[in-house]
C-alpha cells in the first residue's frame, strides 16, 4: 500500500509549527484585509540547478507561516469574507495542493495531497492544483485582489498544474496584465483622492516620478495629469483616472503590509523554534572554536559549523555560509570559502542553522592560531564596544536606526583615536553595511522597520574591514572583524539569544585552548 497517511514511511520530527499556528496566523490575516477582498498565495518556484536535477526546494517563508504545506505547485486563498459553494458549504480560505502520485512519490518522496493536507494541515477546504485551473472563483466580483507581484522565476516544467500553469489561469481570471506596476496604481490612486484645489501641487509631485521610471512616463492619463495647464483639464482627467482605476481591483501593497505587520513580531510557538536555530549556531561557533587550526582551509571550517547544525536536526542553512580568512572577511558576503589554509589570520564566520523553517544569523572572528595579535585585538575591541553600544540601544520604543547609530558612534571614534581616519564621514569606508535586521523564517526577515516592539527579533552586527592597500598604516591591513548576535527585543531589555558563543576577545582565546572532539577525527591521506 503506497498512499500511507501518517503512516511511517517517512518518519518526520514532530516538533513543527502546529496547524492551530498556521490557522491563527490565517485568521490574522483575514481581519488585516479589506472588506470584499481576496489574498492569494503561491508557493515557491522549483528551481532548476542543472539537467534533470533540481536544487533543493524550499518553500515560499509567506506560504510556509500560513500554511505549513512544504511541496512545491500550490495556492493558498483567503478570503475577507464567508463564501457559499454550490452546495450551500460556507468557506473563507481553500487550499490547492500537488496532487498524489505513485511514480512521482516514489522518486521524490511523499506528498500530502488533499487528505493530507485536511487530517495534517487542518484545511477543511483543499483541491488539488487542477480544481484551480478550472474553478470558477470569479476574482473580478472582489473590491480588493492582493497578492504577491510576479518573479518571472519559474519556468514551465510540463507538470499537470505545475506553478507555471497556476500563475497562468490566475493572470487569465484577473485581467493581469504583464505591465501591471504597482506604483502606477497608487500614483492613479493619488490623483482619484486629489482635492482639485490642490491639484497643481500634486501634478508637480507626479512629475518627479515620472522622470524616475520610463514605464510610467509612457503612461498617458499621468502624463496628461502632469501636463494639464488648468484646473478644468486635470478634473477631466481625474474622471478618466477613477474610471480606469475600476479595472484594478488586483494589488500588491495591501499583501505585502500585513505580512510585513504579521512576522516581525513573533508568537510563543516561532520563538521556540527561532531560539533553537540560533542556539545550534551558537554551539556551532563554540565547537569550531576549539577545532580551528591554521591547517585547516575555509570548506572544512564551514563544514564543521555545518555539521553541528545537522547533529541538531537542522535542516538547512538559513543562507549561503560565509568563511573568510584575513582579507577574504573584507567581502562581505563571501562565500567562495575557498581558501586551502586559513593560516595564521582572523577567520570570519557568518553563519545560520535553518531550524524547521527559522534561521539564526550569527558571526564570530577568531584568530585561527588561538592568539589575536595586538593590532587584531585593537580592531576587534572596537567592534565588539560599537556591539555593545548596539544591544543596548535595542530596546522597546528605539528607532530601527538605533543600535547601527550608537554603533557607528563608537566606530567612528576609536577608529580616529588609532589614526585610521581623520573625520567621522570616513568610517562608512571601513564599516560599509547596516547594523540590523529582523530574523525569522528569512534572514533578512520581513517587518516594518520601524520603532521596535516586544517579541521581534533582529540581528545587531557591526563590523570593521580594512582591505590591502587601505588608506591608513599597513599593519591594519587585511584584518575584517565582524561580530553578529542575534537580539529578542522585550519589555525587559534586549536578551542576546546568541550568547553561548563566546564572544570577547579573552573569552574567545579561552575556548580555543580547549581541546576538540575533531582533534581525533584523522582521516586517510588521499593521492
Ligand atoms: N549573513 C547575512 C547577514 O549578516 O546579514
Ligand atoms: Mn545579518
Ligand atoms: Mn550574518
Known amino acids: 500500500m503506497l498512499f500511507v497517511i501518517g503512516g511511517n514511511a517517512q518518519d518526520r520530527p514532530t516538533d513543527f509549527l502546529s496547524a492551530d499556528f498556521h490557522k491563527q496566523r490565517r485568521e490574522a490575516v483575514r481581519t488585516m484585509l479589506p472588506a470584499n477582498s481576496v489574498a492569494v498565495f503561491f508557493a515557491n518556484p522549483v528551481r532548476n540547478r542543472s539537467n534533470d536535477v533540481d536544487y533543493v526546494y524550499h518553500q515560499d517563508p509567506d506560504f510556509y507561516y500560513l500554511t505549513g504545506y512544504r511541496e512545491p505547485n500550490a495556492v493558498l486563498i483567503i478570503f475577507s469574507d464567508f463564501q457559499k459553494d454550490a452546495a450551500g458549504k460556507m468557506y473563507n480560505e481553500i487550499l490547492y495542493v500537488q496532487e498524489r502520485n505513485s511514480n512521482a512519490e516514489q522518486w521524490e518522496g511523499k506528498r500530502l495531497g488533499i487528505v493530507g493536507a485536511k487530517e495534517q494541515l487542518g484545511f477543511e477546504m483543499v483541491f488539488n492544483g487542477e480544481a484551480f485551473l478550472m474553478n470558477t472563483i470569479d476574482f473580478k466580483s472582489f473590491d480588493v485582489v492582493t497578492f504577491f507581484d510576479f518573479k518571472d522565476d519559474y519556468r514551465d516544467t510540463g507538470g499537470r498544474a505545475d506553478l507555471f500553469d497556476l500563475i497562468r489561469t490566475f493572470k487569465i481570471k484577473t485581467d493581469y496584465f504583464s505591465n501591471y506596476n504597482s506604483t502606477k496604481k497608487e500614483l492613479y490612486t493619488m490623483i482619484k483622492s486629489t482635492d482639485i484645489a490642490n491639484s497643481a501641487n500634486v501634478a508637480q509631485v507626479l512629475g518627479r516620478y515620472l522622470n524616475d521610471d520610463d514605464d510610467l512616463k509612457r503612461d498617458e492619463l499621468l502624463n496628461a495629469f502632469v501636463k494639464a495647464k488648468n484646473d478644468g483639464l486635470r478634473a477631466e482627467i481625474k474622471e478618466r483616472v477613477s474610471v480606469e482605476l475600476k479595472s484594478y481591483n488586483f494589488d500588491t501593497n495591501v499583501i505585502t503590509e500585513i505580512m510585513n505587520k504579521l512576522r516581525e513580531t513573533k508568537t510563543p510557538e516561532e520563538m521556540v523554534l527561532l531560539k533553537k536555530a540560533v542556539e545550534i549556531s551558537a554551539v556551532g561557533q563554540l565547537e569550531v572554536m576549539k577545532a580551528m587550526h591554521p591547517n585547516m582551509s575555509e570548506t572544512e571550517i564551514q563544514g564543521v559549523h555545518e555539521y553541528v547544525y545537522k547533529k541538531y536536526g537542522a535542516e538547512y542553512e538559513g543562507y549561503p ?32 542553522a535553518e531550524y524547521h523553517g527559522y534561521t539564526a544569523d550569527v558571526t564570530r572572528t577568531i584568530p585561527a592560531n588561538g592568539t589575536f595579535t595586538k593590532e587584531q585585538r585593537q580592531i576587534y575591541d572596537i567592534v565588539y564596544r560599537a556591539q555593545e553600544a548596539g544591544i543596548q540601544a535595542s530596546v522597546v520604543g528605539a528607532s530601527f ?11 567612528a571614534k576609536e577608529l580616529m583615536a588609532l589614526g585610521i581616519i581623520n573625520n567621522e564621514a570616513e568610517a562608512r569606508t571601513y564599516f560599509p553595511h547596516g547594523t540590523s535586521h529582523y530574523l525569522g523564517l528569512d534572514v533578512h526577515d520581513k517587518g516594518t522597520y520601524t520603532a521596535f516592539k516586544p517579541n521581534t527579533v533582529i540581528t545587531v552586527e557591526p563590523g570593521i574591514y580594512i582591505p590591502e592597500g587601505s588608506n591608513c598604516d599597513e599593519k591594519w591591513w587585511g584584518i575584517a572583524v565582524r561580530i553578529e548576535d ?3 527585543i522585550t519589555e525587559n531589555g534586549p536578551v542576546n539569544l546568541s550568547a553561548m558563543a563566546p564572544r570577547t576577545a579573552d573569552a574567545i582565546e579561552k575556548v580555543m585552548k580547549q581541546p576538540s572532539p575533531l582533534d581525533k577525527f584523522v582521516l586517510p591521506k588521499l593521492d
Open 401 to 411: 536606526q538605533a543600535p547601527g547609530d550608537a554603533a557607528k558612534k563608537v566606530i
Open 321 to 352: 555560509s560565509i568563511v573568510g580568512g584575513g582579507a577574504n572577511g573584507c567581502i562581505l558576503h563571501y562565500i567562495e570559502n575557498s581558501k586551502p589554509k586559513v593560516g595564521n589570520d582572523l577567520v570570519l564566520m557568518d553563519l545560520g
Open 486 to 488: 542575534d537580539i529578542l
